[in-house]
Each structure stands twice: as C-alpha cells, then as structure tokens.
C-alpha cells in the first residue's frame, strides 16, 4: 500500500482511535494563556508512555506511527516558524498536540513518535518506507498548502522543517533528513 492510500483510507480514521485528552478547567477557562485554543486535545503523555496502548489497534503501526510523526512536525513548525499564519493553519486542521496537561500543557518531542515504537519492537522502518513517507510528506504538504495556504513558501517551510534540530536525535530522523536534503 502506498502511503497516499494508507493516509487517506486508513489513517484518518485510525488516529480517532487515540485516547485524548482535554486540558483541566483552569486551562480550558484561559487557553490563550497557555498557547492553546479551546479545541485543543493532547495525547501520548510523557514520551509517548501511553504508545503501546495507542498503537493497539493500529494495523500498519510503521505507516501510522509516520503519518503521526508529520502530522505532528507540521503542526510544530508551523507554529515555531509561521506564527502569523499558524491562526490560519490551526483554524484547517485542528490537529491534537502530542504530550500531556496537568497544571499547564506538555508539548512532547516528536522523536518519540518514531523511537518509543522502534524501542517497543511494534515498528520497523525497513527498505523504502522513509523515502517513499517522505515523498508522500512533501507531495501531501505541498498540495496542502497550495490549496489553502499559498501564503507559505513552501521551500522555506521544509528548510525550516528539516534543520529543525529534533532530525538529529535518532537513525531513523537523519534517514528522513537525508531523504529529504535528496529530493530537493
């Protein structure tokens, strides 16, 4: 199955299987004071503890866990990068943070997106599969922001992407890099 496929038939649909969690009241009542929004919902917890439980029911737990991986990098960039069309970019896709809340709100690394599966033994990123996800990352992002965000410049958005200094923590993240630095 190409990743296209997978994205549109299978993840969509697998990431509502995710235990989320909504902030405490005191967050809820202040969003903004916390760099959220009333939409906002987290899940993982702390370096991705709850991943066994969220992959459970995941069938391509590879594809799934990659497909979060740039749900999760996009989100993150946008607002680290683009901070004045992030209001924009979240108000389209509503994605969910990845971390926890307690008394304020964890954002967690999106390494642990790729590593706690690899740690796990419930993932294998063998043969193509990071060339051809990162291939589908850019083409899906690219018609993305064609569509609806024209505004971006799409090459500055995956040099800010991919120098971002979390494709430096493990094998699996400088593969991408590389895959990405090859297909410029």
């Known amino acids: ?56 029911f995941i069938r391509n737990k590879s594809y799934f866990s990659l497909c979060l991986f740039g749900m999760v990098c996009n989100d993150l960039n946008m607002h680290s990068n683009f901070k004045d069309q992030y209001p924009k970019f979240r108000s389209l896709t509503q994605y969910p943070k990845f971390g926890w809340t307690g008394y304020g709100c964890h954002f967690e690394s999106p390494h642990w997106l790729l590593g706690k599966p690899l740690e796990l033994g419930l993932v294998s990123y063998e043969g193509s599969t990071l060339a051809d996800f990162v291939s589908f990352w850019k083409n899906d992002a690219s018609v993305f922001f064609t569509q609806s965000m024209a505004e971006i410049d799409f090459d500055l958005y995956f040099d800010k992407l991919v120098n971002d200094q979390v494709f430096e923590k493990t094998e699996a993240l400088l593969a991408i890099k590389k895959h990405f630095l090859e297909s410029v």
């Open 1 to 56: 199955m190409q990743f296209d496929e997978y994205y549109q038939k299978q993840f969509l649909t697998e990431i509502k299987t995710l235990s989320f969690e909504k902030p405490s009241n005191v967050i809820v009542e202040t969003p903004e004071s916390f760099g959220v929004d009333s939409s906002t919902v987290f899940f993982g917890g702390k370096e991705w503890e709850n991943c066994a439980n969220d992959l459970k």
